[in-house]
């Protein structure tokens, strides 16, 4: 089924949202003894949206409620998920703490100190606020401990980079708009840098950027490295490299498939099919120089090296590692790139070191 244009798609609310709205309604059930019929938050761009409650508790100095995550159009992994905060008396002004299904922070590098409850630090400013605001309401000292929980969190957080982040035990509440654009890049980008963030705190002296899950497994073997220093790059070399010039790293491996690492050494640097394509003249070009047979009536890239044979891959290689060293302007000592077919054999294996 062809995807809609960006226009016709819905959009959604993040965790952070979520966990907000939650919590402000659980503030006004422990503080009135009712809890509202839809609650509305001010997101940090001024948007006003409401949420339905899908869970209601009280008990003996506290109160709970929980919305279901909307995430409109986009295929977030947390769609459908249940956000909860619980509200209870106690402590000095609003104390945020990790329930069920929402991580601890285990490395340094991220913007919560370890230790700390994966909140991040906007969705913190939302529910403190939010709590604020309810208690100017009802006339009473925000002396409150907050609870969040997604029941399942700890399974879902399986599908997304927490692990390798050193997040542990669940779900990230994340979110600096509220909003989730549909198929929106920033959310990937923003967490491949967090992994370089991640990276460079933990002294990580190598990292490599990976344009899938076999190419990962590829790369992580050949070069035994740490779970920490696996970047999923993607489709978007562009927002790994740019960010690596600004804070870069001493060894940057590459590792992807031969056909979107040609694209990427002719000067893509957006690697997904509908946003860049590979000039097979070009390619077919190159072989000929190399004197090698020309596959100019090739479908594939993995087709034209098996025609002209492995010295295309080579030189495929070789071009995208200049292509990088070039972006990343000499900030990165050390450069390599794998290229690999889809059974994960390398094709092509290129170093800043050799010629």
């Not at 006004?28 to 761009?45: D, H, K, M, N, T």
């Not at 409109?72 to 619980?86: C, E, N």
């Not at 906007?122 to 100017?136: D, F, G, Q, S």
């Amino acid at each position: 089924m062809a995807r809609r244009p960006k226009a016709d798609l819905r959009k959604g609310w993040t965790t952070g949202a979520c966990a907000t709205a939650a919590a402000s309604a659980a503030a006004e059930a422990l503080w009135s003894g009712r809890f509202p019929e839809c609650v509305q938050i001010v997101l940090p761009r001024g948007e006003t949206p409401e949420f339905a409650l899908s869970h209601r508790a009280v008990g003996d100095g506290w109160a709970e409620a929980g919305v279901i995550k909307d995430a409109g159009d986009d295929p977030d992994v947390t769609h459908g998920a249940l956000i909860m905060a619980r509200v209870e008396r106690g402590g000095a002004g609003v104390t945020l703490t990790a329930g069920e299904g929402v991580g601890t922070v285990t490395r340094p590098g991220l913007p919560i100190a370890v230790g700390e409850p994966a909140i991040n630090p906007v969705p913190r400013r939302m529910i403190e606020t939010a709590i604020r605001n309810a208690a100017e309401r009802f006339g009473v000292v925000p002396d409150v401990r907050v609870t969040l929980s997604v029941p399942g969190g700890q399974d879902i957080a399986e599908r997304t980079w927490n692990p390798r982040l050193g997040i542990l035990g669940g779900l990230s509440i994340l979110g600096t708009t509220g909003i989730v654009r549909p198929y929106s890049c920033s959310a990937w980008i923003a967490s491949i840098h967090s992994g370089i963030d991640v990276a460079r705190a933990s002294g990580v002296d190598h990292v490599a950027g990976c344009t899938g899950q076999t190419s990962s497994r590829v790369v992580q073997d050949y070069y035994r490295l740490p779970d920490h220093a696996m970047l999923d790059m993607g489709d978007f070399s562009g927002g790994l490299l740019k960010y690596l010039r600004k804070h870069p790293l001493p060894w940057l491996t590459i590792g992807g498939g031969i056909g979107k690492l040609t694209k990427l050494a002719q000067g893509a640097s957006d690697l997904h099919s509908s946003r860049s394509t590979v000039d097979f003249d070009r390619l077919a070009r190159q072989a000929r120089s190399l004197g090698l047979e020309d596959p100019r009536h090739a479908n594939t890239v993995l087709e034209a090296v098996e025609i002209a044979g492995s010295r295309l891959a080579e030189a495929v290689a070789r071009d995208a590692r200049d292509r990088v060293v070039d972006i990343l302007g000499g900030q990165v000592a050390r450069v390599d790139v794998v290229a690999i077919d889809r059974a994960g054999n390398i094709l092509g294996h290129a170093d800043s070191g050799s010629s």
